[in-house]
């Protein structure tokens, strides 16, 4: 019902930039929020920034001020611009969805990514 495919990550030396992407499709009514999440070696996944259908986000302290997510809702497309990356944000990334399938009964669903893999080098 709901697929989504990312794609950017990559090797980085420290100081970087990368731009991850995050593409929705299949049959649904809407996507209220987006965000991604990253889990490194050895920990647990987390949230490093959302955002909603009207454009509020909310950021990882870790990243705040480097990070910045973005959407484009014509598209169900939602980006992660990396910039001033870090060795600590070595990390597979995941892109997350809440779909509205049926507008009438608020049916939804929360989807996720197959994860994009982002190594920082110092």
């Known amino acids: 019902q709901v697929q989504l495919v990312e794609s950017g990550g990559g090797l980085v030396q420290a100081g970087g930039s990368l731009r991850l992407s995050c593409a929705a499709s299949?049959?649904?009514?809407?996507?209220?929020?987006m965000a991604w999440y990253r889990q490194a070696p050895g920990k647990q996944r987390e949230l490093v920034a959302s955002i909603t259908s009207s454009g509020s986000t909310n950021y990882a302290d870790s990243v705040k001020g480097r990070f910045t997510i973005s959407r484009d809702n014509s598209k169900n497309t939602v980006y992660l611009q990396m910039n001033s990356l870090k060795p600590e944000d070595t990390a597979v990334y995941y892109c997350?969805?809440?779909?509205?399938?049926?507008?009438?009964?608020?049916?939804?669903?929360?989807?996720w990514g197959q994860g994009t893999l982002v190594t920082v080098s110092s």
């Open positions: 299949g049959s649904f009514f809407d996507i209220n929020a």
């Open positions: 997350h969805a809440h779909a509205i399938l049926v507008v009438t009964t608020q049916e939804a669903l929360d989807a």
